[in-house]
């Protein structure tokens, strides 16, 4: 069974940092993309990032496009999300997830493709 554990949200000041990781089960970081996404109360569920397990490329989403960058340590099974210069529209809870297909050889963007979901993190950003 995989398990994803999201870890490092919390309270920080706009224009702050926080760097957030999730931690998978042994050697799953190694064989499936893995993203990020974010849910803010009454609104759906957001992609935010996500990388491939093969070529470690990226794909973000528009609003968090030259402040968020996504990586891995498949030696370590995790994958963090480095988030800089942050907004009070930032806030939500933050979630690590994996893709369905072993291996997709394309960064797929909507949640429908991820199997694997974390517990959650919050992240508040204060203004």
């Known amino acids: 069974q995989v398990q994803l554990v999201e870890a490092g949200g919390g309270l920080v000041q706009a224009g702050g940092s926080l760097r957030l990781s999730c931690a998978a089960s042994?050697?799953?970081?190694?064989?499936?993309?893995m993203g990020w996404f974010r849910q803010a109360p009454g609104k759906e569920r957001e992609f935010v990032a996500v990388?491939?397990?093969?070529?470690?490329?990226?794909c973000y989403g528009d609003s968090v496009k030259g402040r968020f960058t996504i990586s891995r340590d498949n030696a370590q099974n995790t994958v963090y999300l480095q988030m800089n210069s942050l907004k009070p529209e930032d806030t939500a809870v933050y979630y690590c997830?994996?893709?369905?297909?072993?291996?997709?050889?394309?960064?797929?963007?909507?949640?429908?493709?991820?199997?694997?979901w974390g517990q959650g993190t919050q992240v508040t950003v204060s203004s």
């Open positions: 990388i491939s397990c093969s070529d470690s490329s990226t």
């Open positions: 042994a050697r799953f970081l190694s064989r499936y993309n």
């Open positions: 997830a994996a893709d369905l297909t072993l291996r997709r050889p394309i960064l797929v963007t909507a949640r429908g493709y991820y199997g694997y």
